[in-house]
């Protein structure tokens, strides 16, 4: 089963350590979690990963594969796709032609006259739209397809950013505190989805402050602060270590 491998990990911004000595194993087929206060450096991995910046120093595989410092294409092409903690879709486009972009991965002659709006659409596009559909149907949005993806709930952009990254058919998903802004019902739909990801052999990474939620889906959790890994292991081991907590209690009180 392949690997989402991080080696020593480090980002410098200037003289600030966003990162250091950063070791993670994102398995295929699990949820492994991600936890820190904020400003610990969670989204900074991301960004890391995705080649959205540079890496400064250690190694990021996917397998055998070596791609610290290959461009975000290549890097997509590896089988990478994420959420981004702030909602980046097209607002003035409709729903499912944000969803059909992420598509590009798979190089299709048709997609660009599919969102250009040209007739020449066909067989091919007819197919990307049913895909994209079904994708949009996984998350409860089918009947938002037409709509601008900007006029929808907060919870519903989040969902559609979702559907986006899984039209790439990643291997690995990284999601950027999925949940933020959304009720308990629209959490517990996802947390079936995501599950649903990785019995579908995908790796998730998940990054998310509702630690509860971290707990219940993950079997193997990571917490960062000051850009370090200061715990890792089971829901119970992590959530009853001192230092964690000290953390968190850091946090609260800063
Ligand atoms: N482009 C940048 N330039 C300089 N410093 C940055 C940059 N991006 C992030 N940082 C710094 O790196 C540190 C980690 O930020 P990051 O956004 O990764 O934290 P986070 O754990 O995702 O926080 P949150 O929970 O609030 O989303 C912070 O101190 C932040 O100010
Ligand atoms: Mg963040």
Redesign the pocket.
Known sequence: MTTLRLTDLEKRFGGVVASEDVNMTVPAGRITGLIGP???G???I?NMITGMLPVTGGTIHVGDTDITHAPAHEICRAGLARTF?NIRLLGETSVIDNVLIGFHRHKSSSLLSALLGLPAAGRETRALRDRAMALLDRFDLARFADYPAGGLSYGHQRKVEMARAMAAAPDFILL??PIAGMNDVESEGLAQIFRGFAEDGKGVLL?EHNVRFVARLCSHIYVLDGGRLISEGTPDHVLNDPGVIAAYLGDAHA
């Open positions: 904020n400003g610990a969670k989204t900074t991301v903690q950027d505190e990054i």
